[in-house]
């Protein structure tokens, strides 16, 4: 069980360095101007969309749906966990959605709008983080 646990902890960083850096990525590609620099940013998200984060999500899934299931986890702790990690897929889902947008110049947004997107995905980890370790209901 630790060890499922660790890895689950693992996988969780990976899919959150992803997060956390594609809106990152959005915020420079919405601010470049030259063909080069937008081929550039197209490249790197798509290589940190579909070889970091969606692996690093669909572990941390798999991971955590054994852990729960195996071991007999639950609570309203792991209720509300759960409400919370589909709104990450949601948001997760929103972000390759917006990836395909600047894929085809497409981006309707400017980069103010990518940095206030990229503080959603900080306020779901500590609210997660709180209900897995402090469980407090
Ligand atoms: C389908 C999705 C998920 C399920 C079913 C799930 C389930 C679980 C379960 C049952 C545990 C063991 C709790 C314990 O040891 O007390 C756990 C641990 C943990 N989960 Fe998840 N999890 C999921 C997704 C996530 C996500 C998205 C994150 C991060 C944002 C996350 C972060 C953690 C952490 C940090 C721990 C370790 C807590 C500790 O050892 O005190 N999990 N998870």
Do not use: Q
Not at 12 to 40: C, I, N, Q
Not at 41 to 69: A, C, D, N, Q
């Amino acid at each position: 069980m630790l060890w499922i646990k660790a890895f689950h902890i693992i996988f969780m960083v990976t899919w959150f360095a992803g997060l956390f850096y594609l809106p990152r990525l959005f915020v420079y590609h919405a601010m470049a101007t030259d063909a080069a620099s937008k081929e550039r940013f197209k490249v790197m998200e798509r290589k940190l969309f579909y070889g970091i984060m969606t692996p690093g999500g669909v572990l941390t899934l798999i991971s955590g749906v054994w852990l729960w299931l195996a071991y007999g986890f639950g609570g309203g702790w792991l209720h509300t966990k759960l409400a919370l990690v589909a709104v990450l897929i949601v948001y997760h889902v929103y972000c390759g959605r917006l990836m395909i947008a600047f894929r085809h110049d497409r981006n309707h947004y400017g980069h103010v709008f990518y940095r206030w997107l990229n503080e959603f995905p900080t306020v779901l980890l500590i609210a997660i983080i709180v209900l897995v370790v402090v469980k407090p209901f």
